[in-house]
């Protein structure tokens, strides 16, 4: 069954770095996501992706943030430079079609921003 | 107000019982309505869509009432693989990708 991956699985990284989470979505799936969730914390949107561009970003989306599909199968968030409330599991989630579709989220990243 | 709003939990029952969690939403506009299962520090996986008319899988039984903007679920002969978080998830969007909503969870335990 395809599945989402995401690398790395952990991130450890200093206040003022920036860091890049990759995602590759399941191939025929054409909306990304990403998600985060702090710890003991409910699971939150950040942006939405279609067509290679932002569809749909919450508030915590800042200038701090950006996503990339750098190629046919990478899906990429990148935080500039990382605060301490940063620190989370980022989800990426992909889905075939659009809202009523069900969107498959990868096993997650977690940054420890120090 | 949350947008989605979960029975708090943590539920602790034996195995073999039955257990219900509910969940309110909202947005009276929410077009799509899931639960989703979340083992500790693993990520959100989809149990089941749920539907107006609402639907069984298996053990569990999904209910939708649309008037009270409500949705539960029912899970019907526990086993200890069923603990777990359980997440309540709307979506607000009838076209693109509009964001799932989630609630905070219910965590369900499961003993022996």
């Known amino acids: 069954e395809p599945e989402v991956t995401q690398t790395p699985s952990h991130q450890v990284t200093q206040m003022g770095q920036e860091v890049i989470l990759r995602c590759v979505p399941i191939s025929n799936h054409l909306y990304f996501y990403w998600y985060r969730q702090i710890l003991g914390q409910k699971v939150e949107f950040l942006v939405s992706f279609y067509n290679n561009e932002i569809s749909e970003k919450s508030e915590i989306f800042d200038d701090q943030f950006s996503v990339e599909r750098p190629d046919g199968s990478n899906f990429t968030l990148k935080i500039r430079s990382t605060k301490l409330e940063d620190s989370a599991m980022y989800f990426c989630a992909s889905s075939r079609m659009g809202s009523r579709e069900t969107q498959y989220f990868g096993p997650g990243t977690r940054l420890l921003v120090l | 107000r949350k947008e989605v709003e979960q029975d708090p939990g943590p539920f602790n029952v034996p195995e073999g019982a039955t257990v219900a969690f509910n969940c309110t939403y909202s947005n009276s506009a929410s077009q799509s309505f899931f639960w989703y299962r979340q083992d500790c520090r693993k990520e959100p996986k989809l149990l089941m869509s749920?539907?107006?008319s609402g639907n069984e899988d298996g053990r569990f039984t999904a209910q939708l009432n649309r008037a009270s903007q409500y949705i539960s679920l029912l899970i019907r002969d526990s086993k200890l693989s069923d603990s777990a978080t359980y997440l309540c998830v709307v979506n607000n969007g009838n076209s693109g990708n509009t964001p799932l909503v989630f609630g905070k969870g219910t965590r369900l335990s499961v003993i022996a």
């Open positions: 749920v539907y107006s």
